[in-house]
């Protein structure tokens, strides 16, 4: 089976983090798991890793309502970031909300694989390490 | 108001009681004529009337009373001509209010009396029926011969010049205007076995003009049951209302009209002298100018400049042939306002030049309160829409993302492999309940923001709702061992409702004590003062501070909980902010990361 070398969550539910990482640890598809409770500590600790490519992560699961900054702004901090990254990040977007809106928006924003509605299943989450 | 006047047949009105109201000239010289009395206002009629009549006439006066247009027919007999009364209620303002009812007497023919013809001439020699705008016609069934009087030969166009002289052509010359459908009208009555029948039809005149006919009469039978002859009377019912009427009648008409409209009419000539206007014109230009309008006067005159800065320049475009329509609106003492929609209309000749200009004036205040009001309801509808929205983001959001993690949860109970696992799993499961339970609470205080329309305002002591919360929340205050310094005056009144002033206070003084700095003692200041005769209740606190630039848009926002404090719900400020929105203030905030914050409430 296909292994990633790191994933990273990016949610304020720690439950849910909590949760998330227990599934990932059991399906064995990555070495690494990091994981932020927003946007910012997201890009903070992003930049603090720039210089150390193997270490960055390579699919992000990012959740869009979160406190201090929201997915989309983590998504616009990062596009500005993305000239100075020397590795593809995947990045994932995974809210509970339905709203047709977030879905859209999500479409539409190239630097984004894929809009996933929460919990992830499994079968997703295979299917994420095995094109990343 | 009704324009007897108008009547060229003997026409009174009697009240309620029977008592004379009005009576016209044909009517008095009538009942002289054939009763040899007076029939004076304030004369009580039914001693007039003959004993037989008088039974007759009270039984459908009682009907029309009760707001039916009643016909009796051959009430009374004059000589050999019967005459028919039409009762028609007079209504005043009210469709229900009748007080009187008009009488109006018309000459029948019975053609079994003697020749018709020599009837219509008696009827005809009665100066009071002279004018009558009836014509009657008779029509032998059994002979197809077909007698029409002097005024239904007017009607359909004739002189006695142009009438053709053989009866026996009569009934084809008639045809060929119509007259045919008329007759055919009644013949198909006569067979269903009825013995009166009433139509309008379209028919011709001699002259080619179409004329509206409406017809009214009885079927005469021979003693076997067979119709013998019809006999009808007929007028003009024209489109206008006023199609064969003579030019005074019209005349009459249009000013009764004019005179009682609801609307108020001014009309000009092209040099903007006012040339006429109905009472109501003045009622309204009175209240818009404060000036009385005159006729021979120029219009400019009577209109109030500084109310109407405009009017001059709508007048000039009228006389270019615009037509303007606005509103005004006119503050009234105690505060009520007057809604007026103006007009001006050009006239114009057949030459497109304008001649004249019709103001037309009207209260529309009603209309445009009603409008207020829906537009007020519309806001209101929006303002619970938007709550709607919210509700349903956290219905999509929150309550999901619980759904989501129990399903997780679950999916890890099931696959468990160790008892450790499993009693994990199931404290877990007791936080999303936990969580679940107090989402419930929130989505209830939602939905209970402001529901009711119309909120009570009450003016209540500020004091007393600033002592109550913080006797509510005296256990953190203990806990934390803050300072509260409460500023406000122990006189301060506000007119505010009860239940939002409670919760506005409740919930800034528990954020300024839960968002309290664990370095330092937290000291909360309440004060109070007056903006622009409003009272502003701020209340600061030295906590950990908000950063502005950050969240500043956040702040009010539903569930944006941006401290990392663990019991920081979001919803408290979100509450806060539609219920002083709601009654008509708004919320300002300065706060300095570190330092503190500082909440200011404008009633």
């Known amino acids: ?132 | 108001m009704f324009d007897y006047t108008a009547s060229k047949n003997p026409l009174f009105i009697l009240d309620s009681n029977f008592k004379v109201a009005e009576v016209n000239l044909p009517a008095v010289h009538f009942i002289k004529d054939k009763y040899n009395k007076e029939i004076l206002p304030g004369s009580y009629f039914p001693t007039i009337l003959s004993a037989p009549e008088r039974e007759i006439f009270v039984g459908h006066f009682s009907r029309a009373l009760t707001g039916d247009t009643v016909t009796i027919n051959n009430f009374i007999v004059h000589g050999d001509v019967f005459i028919n009364s039409l009762l028609t209620p007079v209504q005043n303002n009210s469709y229900t209010d009748i007080r009187k009812v008009s009488c109006e007497l018309s000459v029948s023919v019975i053609p079994n009396r003697g020749s018709s013809e020599q009837l219509a001439d008696e009827a005809e020699s009665m100066p009071y029926f002279k004018e009558s705008t009836f014509g009657w016609w008779e029509l032998d069934l059994d002979s197809n011969k077909i007698f029409l009087d002097a005024r239904m030969w007017e009607i359909m166009g004739f002189n006695r010049s142009n009438i053709p002289g053989d009866p026996n052509l009569w009934r084809a010359v008639l045809d060929e205007l119509g007259f045919g459908e008329i007759i055919s009208g009644f013949w198909v009555a006569a067979h269903s076995g009825k013995s009166c029948h009433e139509l309008t039809k379209q028919v011709s005149r001699i002259t080619g003009e179409p004329l509206l006919l409406r017809v009214k009469g009885a079927i005469k039978k021979h003693t076997n049951g067979v119709p013998a002859s019809i006999v009808a009377l007929a007028r003009a019912h024209g489109s206008d209302g006023m199609g064969n009427m003579d030019q005074e009648s019209s005349a009459n008409y249009l000013r009764t009209i004019f005179r009682n409209t609801e609307v108020g009419y001014i009309f000009l000539d092209k040099y903007l002298t006012i040339l006429s206007f109905n009472l109501k014109a003045r009622t309204i230009s009175w209240n818009l100018n404060g000036k009385d309008l005159i006729a021979d006067q120029n219009i400019l005159d009577a209109v109030n400049e500084a109310r109407f800065l405009s009017f001059r320049d709508n007048i000039n475009e009228a006389l270019r042939g615009q037509r303007i329509e606005y509103e005004r609106c006119i503050a009234k003492q105690g505060g009520d306002e007057e809604w007026y929609s103006l007009k001006l209309s050009p006239v114009f000749d057949h030459s497109d030049e304008v001649t004249n200009i019709i103001i037309s004036l009207e209260d529309i205040s009603e209309r445009k309160r009603d409008e207020i009001q829906l537009n007020k309801s519309f806001d209101l509808v929006s303002a619970q829409n938007k709550r709607l929205m919210n509700f349903s983001y956290i219905v999509s959001h929150n309550l999901r993302s619980h759904a989501s993690n129990i399903t997780s949860i679950v999916d890890f109970l099931l696959e468990a492999d160790t008892e450790a696992e499993r009693v994990e799993m199931v404290q877990h499961l007791k936080t999303v309940s936990t969580s679940l339970d107090e989402t419930l609470n929130n989505l209830n205080d939602i939905i209970s923001i402001n529901t009711s329309i119309n909120l009570i305002f009450e003016p209540l002591l500020l004091n007393a709702y600033i002592k109550r919360a913080l006797d509510i929340l005296s256990d953190q205050i203990h806990r934390k061992n803050a300072v509260i310094l409460n500023r406000v005056n122990q006189d301060v009144v506000i007119n505010y409702n009860p239940a939002y002033i409670e919760s506005i206070i409740l919930n800034f003084l528990s954020n300024a004590l839960k968002y309290s700095d664990p370095g330092r003692q937290p000291v909360v200041t309440i004060n109070c003062w007056e903006e622009k005769g409003k009272p502003v209740l701020s209340v600061a606190d030295n906590g950990i501070g908000i950063d502005l630039k950050k969240n500043g848009d956040k702040l009010f926002g539903l569930y944006k909980t941006f401290n990392g404090n663990t019991d920081a719900r979001g919803i408290g400020l979100f509450i806060t902010k539609n219920q002083v929105e709601y009654m008509g203030g708004r919320i300002e905030v300065e706060s300095e990361l570190g330092k503190g914050t500082i909440f200011k409430i404008y009633f």
């Open chain 1, 1 to 132: 089976m296909k292994k990633v070398e790191t994933i990273c969550i990016i949610d304020d539910d720690g439950l849910y983090t909590l949760l998330l990482k227990k599934k990932i640890e059991k399906l064995n598809i990555c070495t690494r798991i990091i994981s932020y409770s927003n946007g910012e500590d997201a890009i903070a600790g992003i930049s603090s890793l720039l210089d150390s490519n193997n270490l960055l992560p390579d699919v992000i699961l990012l959740d869009i309502n979160m406190p201090v900054m929201n997915g989309w702004e983590f998504m616009e901090a990062f596009m500005k970031l993305m000239p100075n990254i020397g590795k593809k990040i995947a990045i994932y977007l995974s809210s509970s909300s339905i709203a047709a809106e977030d879905r859209l928006r999500a479409q539409e924003n190239a630097a984004i694989e894929n809009y996933l509605t929460k919990p992830i299943e499994s079968e997703i989450l295979l299917k994420i390490a095995q094109l990343n």
